[in-house]
């Protein structure tokens, strides 16, 4: 039951909101740790790795209610520094809960977070940064325990652009004793989205949306009421899947600010984008064009989280493509059961090599990461008959229902469980 079921072969035309970012609302969420009071989060996606992140709210004795698309925090105490494994070891981004644990109470504990296989993530920049500022961080073959007596704000300079460190320093240095120099830091839209969440509950950050953060500690932030933006990787997702299928698709409430290389790469690619306010219109007819060489690099180039969905378009293009990935070191895995599927992708190291003009053939393939997960739907769009993708459990780690939004533009998909439930409700009316 754990699947989606595509029947593939027509182009997509419709219209799709797009949800709220999940890469912003997780910090955020983190962040109310260090809020005495009660906050409201707008617009957050109900994805499973937000439930994930609320349960670690809860954990560490946080109230944590939804009301619609937004989440009612309350952190006035906390009572546990202690985050289970159970939680941390299936969310990558429950490492942030470092940040803000230290902030607020001085001391955690947890495993090694886990989330989807697409390469090694190492913390180590995160617990460099953090001992810069005084954290004494024991690692323990199973995970990590952290304490200070207090946190002081010091000069740090990541040596790569790592968002995950970026916001565990910001989490720790907004409430710590002096002034925190963060430089080489990351400047994602999901850091200027934390930042301001922040800086309206009072915390003094400049620097916004550069590589040097300068935050001056202070000792308490107000409560705030913070409106999510809408998810930038979901709609390049969908923009991407309709210059792979082609069609005419609107997407609503996107943020283009934040857009401009994917947009720009589906021009290359011969798709047509317009843009009213935060309405996208892609339109993608006759062939679709390769692209002779692209790499994946921290924003504003076009991002990782997108390479694995650019991979089925490229297999359809009119032409030879490479792509290298920089980012993570095996982000590629879902490229054999593309190949399954009818592509010629070859892979060397970081680089792959796409051979186009393919006639993709439904299958049953699995699902190993989120955004291959996605990538792989798209493929049984594209294909030729039935496609089955499995593990559907990572894809509902980051899209809230991606078979809904599939089917707003046109295409045939469908859960497994959702097809169980057609089929009961016809025996009962016959």
Known sequence: MNAIHVHGGKPLHG???????????????????????????????????????????????????????????????????????????????????????????????????????????????HIEALECMGARIERKENGLTAGAQSLKGCPIKLRFPSVGATENVILAAVTAQGVTILDNCAKEPEIISLCRFLQKAGAKISGIGSRRLIIEGIKELNPVIYTVEADRIVAGTYLLSVMAAGGKAC???????????????????????????????????????????????????????????????????????????????????????????????????????????????GRSVVAEDLRGGAALTLAGICAQGDTFVNNYQYIERGYEDICRDFRLLGADVRRRCEETEIASKKEETE
């Open 15 to 125: 219209e799709v909101k797009i949800q709220g970012s999940k890469n912003a609302a997780l910090p955020i969420l983190a962040a109310t740790i260090l809020i005495k009071g009660t906050c409201i989060i707008k617009n957050c996606p109900h994805i499973s790795d937000v439930e994930c992140m609320i349960k670690l709210l809860r954990c560490v004795g946080c109230t944590v209610l939804w009301d619609g698309n937004d989440i009612v925090v309350d952190a006035i105490s906390l009572r546990e520094n202690r985050l289970p494994r159970e939680y941390v070891t299936g969310m990558r981004s429950s490492v942030m809960m470092m940040g803000a644990l230290l902030g607020r109470s001085k001391e955690v504990s947890l495993d090694y977070p886990g989330g989807c296989i697409i390469g090694e993530r190492p913390i180590d920049i």
């Open 251 to 361: 997407l609503t409430h996107v943020p283009v600010e934040y857009m401009e290389c994917v947009m720009q790469t589906a021009q290359l690619m011969g798709g047509d984008i317009q843009v009213d306010g935060n309405l996208l219109t892609v339109i993608r007819e006759g062939k679709l064009k390769p692209l002779p060489y692209l790499k994946t690099e921290v924003y504003p180039g076009f991002p990782t989280d997108l390479q694995s969905v650019l991979l089925v378009a490229l297999s359809l293009a009119d032409g030879e493509s490479l792509v290298k990935e920089t980012i993570f070191n095996n982000r590629f895995r879902m490229a054999q059961e593309l190949n399954r599927m009818g592509s010629d992708i070859t892979v060397c190291g970081q680089d792959a090599n796409i051979r186009g003009n393919r006639t993709l053939i």
